[in-house]
T-cell receptor, first 113, second 113 residues
Framework: DQQVKQNSPSLSVQEGRISILNCDYT??????FLWYKKYPAEGPTFLIS?????DKNEDGRFTVFLNKSAKHLSLHIVPSQPGDSAVYFC????????????FGTGTRLKVLA | KAGVTQTPRYLIKTRGQQVTLSCSPI?????VSWYQQTPGQGLQFLFE???????NKGNFPGRFSGRQFSNSRSEMNVSTLELGDSALYLC????????????FGPGTRLLVL
């Protein structure tokens, strides 16, 4: 049972436009969410996080939105750059296993120059 | 500060063999988590160690085991390898584990023939 879902395996966006990556979760006990970016042959690197007490967190070109009632979060990248091309994972923690992160399956973003 | 290192980076084994992977966390980090990444399943949590004790365990069979040493270095062992164990194995370290940014190593790519 996939508790964290990224239903779009891939996404292509034109350089300069907005990239929106989506993530849905089923466990209402999750209270902390993260996004990671992964380049080929490298480990994932932390991008941005959000706690369930907030509905938005912004860091430069990256903004994460959290809709608790819909159990949905999204990552917006504006403007998108070719260097943003990578696989993006969302992850959630909280509930019984507070130290365990549950990851989505990832979305491969391709930013076209 | 040196990042998380994993050895070896690539490994080829045959079914039935066993394998040991090593992870050295960032200096000062006491929590080490292991993940398996496969194309279809994304990143799946294996287990987490903190101060030489396993704190959390994912839904993997007992063939997967690990340990952590007093210097926080961690090893993961997989016995009686199966073809389905072919994956990228990532370890991540953090200061204390809970709701902390995890820093990932580059991973060990294991191929089971």
């Amino acid at each position: 049972d996939q508790q964290v879902k990224q239903n779009s395996p891939s996404l292509s966006v034109q350089e300069g436009r907005i990239s929106i990556l989506n993530c849905d979760y089923t466990n209402s006990m999750f209270d902390y969410f993260l996004w990671y970016k992964k380049y080929p042959a490298e480990g994932p690197t932390f991008l941005i996080s959000i706690s369930s007490i907030k509905d938005k967190n912004e860091d430069g070109r990256f903004t994460v939105f959290l809709n608790k009632s819909a159990k949905h979060l999204s990552l917006h990248i504006v403007p998108s750059q070719p260097g943003d091309s990578a696989v993006y994972f969302c992850a959630a923690s909280g509930g019984v296993s507070t130290d365990k992160y549950i990851f989505g399956t990832g979305t491969r973003l391709k930013v076209l120059a | 500060k040196a990042g998380v290192t994993q050895t070896p980076r690539y490994l080829i084994k045959t079914r039935g063999q066993q394998v040991t992977l090593s992870c050295s966390p960032i200096s000062g980090h006491r929590s080490v988590s292991w993940y398996q990444q496969t194309p279809g399943q994304g990143l799946q949590f294996l287990f987490e160690y903190f101060s030489e004790t396993q704190r959390n365990k994912g839904n993997f069979p007992g063939r997967f085991s690990g340990r952590q040493f007093s210097n926080s270095r961690s090893e993961m062992n997989v016995s009686t390898l199966e073809l389905g164990d072919s994956a990228l194995y990532l370890c991540a370290s953090s200061l204390a584990g809970h709701q902390e940014t995890q820093y990932f190593g580059p991973g060990t790519r294991l191929l089971v023939l």
